[in-house]
Structures are given as structure tokens and as C-alpha cells.
């Protein structure tokens, strides 16, 4: 209902709206409105009343749920239906639940808060509320499981660009999946699929980025690893529009992707990373190998030149760069 009134105060923007139009158009009480916006007005919206000619929309928080989003989105599939928390476990786990009882490509999940949520091989995702982002896209792309990494690719160039969008920083990649300014570590992805051995049936893209968080409020196991796009720019950003922008991109890439398969986003993603030649070590299956990286395949994985010569192509991991990157 909440959707519903704010959609009818938005129709016109800067009127008011009276109390009777909105209880006929809602089929609700008088009553019931007035208890609705007492509501609103307590997640931060700013509602003026008057007694004669009802209710004006003065101001919106920078909440990211679907009526704040929705209205600008321009984009054919993805985020068309949001689900909203303003607490969760995780919306990676969401996603998947849902995508296992039919939700459609494109569906998305955002929480303003994580209690749970997922890094990579059960770490931690640290998520405190209304500062930052947490978005997981339910995609069901026809390919099979061995090509699900171009879609972690597709995800980080498409955050990657987010970024660089709103900030005018240049962020870089680092394989497989962390997006770094600085050297720091500004966003994380983490995707998760449901498949048979030919084919996936969906793909959740788990997309977290550090928007608005100062730098005290990161716990201190990460503050010497992480920033926030505040912390970089020295402002703060509106999470809505960036999470409309994040979705724009998002869906460009993944109609070129099916369009054109993975060599456009194979191209994005090797111009942001400029992993090759560098020197790293990488933990795989536990197992750590040292040596150059010379290459990313078509299908994500890491080509690595090992200390002995050979050529070693790894799937998952962790990288450490050996020599110090170059400040972006
Ligand atoms: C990742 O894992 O980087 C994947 C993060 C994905 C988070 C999103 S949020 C929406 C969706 N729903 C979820 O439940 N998850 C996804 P990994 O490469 O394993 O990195 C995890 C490590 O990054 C942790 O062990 C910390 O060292 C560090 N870390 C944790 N929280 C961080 C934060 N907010 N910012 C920067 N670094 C963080």
C-alpha cells in the first residue's frame, strides 16, 4: 500500500493529493492513509499535510526500495520486480530461493541490510544498513556451467563501469572478483549457480558495494583493506541512482553477452584488469601456486606461468599480487 500512495503522490509531483481521492483509488479508509503516511514519514519521507487539500510529497530518503527505483529504471528486464528487505540473511540466499520456485530472469533482490551476508567459500560479506548496496540479479542465461564464470566477468566490468560512472575513479578488477580502488577493496561479487552438468537453470549475480560507509565504521579486520565510494570522493552518492545505473549497465552487458557471447565482456574485463605480466601468488583448492599470470581464457579462468615454466589454468582462487600495483 505504502507503493501504491507514493505512486499517486508522485503522479503529481509538487500538488496535493487529497485524502478522499487516495482512499477511492486505494479502496482503503481515511484512517488507514493517515496511518500509512504517520509510516512513511517515520522511514524518512517527507509528507506535508494540510486538512483542506490533503497531502504533498516534499522529500524522499535515499531508500532503495522498488518505489524509489522503479520510476527511473530504464531498463527492459532487470530490477522490473525488486524485492525489498529492509533486513535479510542474505539476498544472494533470497534470489536463490526464489529462482528455485520460478522467479524470472531479471527479478532482483535488495536488502538495506545483511545479517548473513556471503563473501566467497563461507566468508563474511560485512553489511551495515542504509549506507551501502546489496543487490543479487536472478539471470537464466541458456549456456552450460562451465561458461558460468563470464558471468562473474560480465558482473565485475558492468560494476566496474558503475563506479567509474559516478565517481570518475578508475576502479580495477582483480581475478576473480573483487573490484579495488586504490588498492582497496570498494565492492565484492559473488555468483552462485543451480545447474545440471548441460546446462544452468539460473545464475545469481551477488553484487555488494561500499557506497556511503566512512572508513571507522568498517570493522577492523577490513578498515586497512576497504573503502567506500564516499570515502574516495569525499562525498556522499545516492544509492538509488546508483543502483538504477548499476542495473542500466548490467543489462547492456548481458544483451551484448547474448547477442555476441563472451568476447566483449572478455575484452571489458582484460582492459580493467591488466592482470597480465603480473606476479602473483594464488590459493586454489589449497593449493598455492606462485607465478606470472599471462592470460585470462575464455572462460574466466586464470592462465598462470608457474616459477617452473609451466602453464597452469585456474579456476577459483585467491590472488595476491607480488609487487605492489600501481595507485589508480
Ligand atoms: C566477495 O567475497 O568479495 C563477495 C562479496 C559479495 C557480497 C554480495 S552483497 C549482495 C550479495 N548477497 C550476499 O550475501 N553476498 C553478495 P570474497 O572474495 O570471499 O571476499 C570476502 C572478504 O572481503 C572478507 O573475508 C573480508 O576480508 C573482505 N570484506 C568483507 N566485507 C567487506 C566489505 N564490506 N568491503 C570490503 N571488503 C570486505
Redesign the pocket.
Known amino acids: 500500500m505504502d507503493e501504491a500512495i507514493l505512486k499517486l503522490l508522485r503522479e503529481q509531483p509538487s500538488a496535493f493529493v487529497s485524502g478522499e481521492e487516495i482512499s477511492r483509488e486505494l479502496n482503503v479508509s481515511r484512517t488507514a492513509i493517515w496511518k500509512r503516511m504517520k509510516s512513511l514519514r517515520a522511514s524518512g519521507y517527507e509528507i506535508e499535510a494540510s486538512r483542506r487539500l490533503g497531502y504533498r510529497l516534499i522529500r524522499s530518503p535515499d531508500l532503495l526500495t522498488p518505489s524509489e527505483i522503479k520510476p527511473l529504471l530504464k531498463t527492459k528486464r532487470l530490477g522490473k520486480v525488486i524485492h525489498y528487505f529492509r533486513s535479510i540473511g542474505?539476498?544472494?540466499?533470497e534470489a536463490y530461493r526464489l529462482a528455485l520456485r520460478g522467479a524470472s530472469e531479471g527479478e532482483v533482490v535488495i536488502a538495506e541490510s545483511?545479517e548473513k551476508?556471503?563473501?566467497?567459500?563461507g566468508?563474511?560479506?560485512?553489511?551495515p544498513p542504509l549506507l551501502n548496496l546489496?543487490?543479487?540479479v536472478i539471470l537464466r542465461p541458456p549456456i552450460p556451467p562451465h561458461q558460468a564464470s563470464l558471468m562473474t566477468l560480465m558482473a565485475a566490468v558492468a560494476t566496474a563501469q558503475g563506479i567509474e560512472e559516478f565517481s570518475g575513479l578508475h576502479p580495477v578488477i582483480k581475478w576473480p572478483?573483487?573490484i579495488l580502488v586504490k588498492n582497496r577493496?570498494v565492492a565484492?561479487?559473488?555468483n552462485e549457480i543451480h545447474s545440471e552438468t548441460d546446462r544452468i537453470h539460473f545464475l545469481i549475480l551477488?553484487?555488494?558495494v561500499?557506497l556511503n560507509m566512512d572508513g571507522r565504521m568498517f570493522s577492523k579486520?577490513?578498515r586497512d583493506?576497504?573503502t567506500s565510494l564516499k570515502m574516495e570522493m569525499g562525498k556522499a552518492i545516492s544509492r538509488k541512482d546508483f543502483v538504477r545505473r548499476l542495473l542500466e549497465i548490467l543489462e547492456k552487458w548481458y544483451e551484448v553477452f547474448l547477442k555476441e557471447g563472451g568476447k566483449a565482456i572478455l575484452e571489458a574485463w582484460k582492459e580493467r584488469a591488466q592482470i597480465r605480466g603480473k606476479q602473483v601468488k594464488v590459493s586454489s583448492f589449497g593449493e598455492t601456486l606462485v607465478g606470472r599470470a599471462i592470460d585470462v581464457d575464455s572462460e574466466g579462468r586464470l592462465i598462470l606461468e608457474t616459477e617452473t615454466g609451466e602453464q597452469r589454468r585456474v579456476v577459483a582462487g585467491d590472488v595476491e599480487y607480488l609487487k605492489k600495483v600501481n595507485d589508480q
Open positions: 542474505s539476498t544472494n540466499a545483511q551476508g556471503r563473501g566467497r567459500l566468508r563474511n560479506w560485512f553489511s546489496y543487490l543479487s572478483n573483487d577493496k565484492g561479487l559473488l551477488g553484487i555488494g561500499n579486520e577490513i583493506v576497504a
